[in-house]
């Protein structure tokens, strides 16, 4: 399956693509993501599919998050 490209900076890293893809079954090269736009969130998120399955993937990233936040995670 074709990786759906995004323009959205927030989409899920390579590592969450991994983990996602393990959940899945299947190779991140298999998996199928896509951007998650709208709403207010300080994490990295996606939906990630494979077959007729999808997960919805969230990951913190300190980069994204105030420092002030970040410590506490």
Not at 2 to 26: M, P, R, V, Y
Request: negative net charge.
């Amino acid at each position: 399956m074709e990786q759906l490209k995004s323009d959205s900076d927030n989409t899920i890293s390579s590592i969450g693509l991994n983990a996602a893809a393990e959940e899945l079954s299947c190779s991140s090269s298999k998996a199928q993501v896509m951007a998650i736009n709208g709403g207010y969130s300080r994490n990295r998120r996606s939906l990630v599919g494979y077959g007729d399955k999808w997960i919805f993937a969230k990951e913190v990233d300190h980069l994204l998050i105030p420092s002030d936040v970040a410590a506490w995670c």
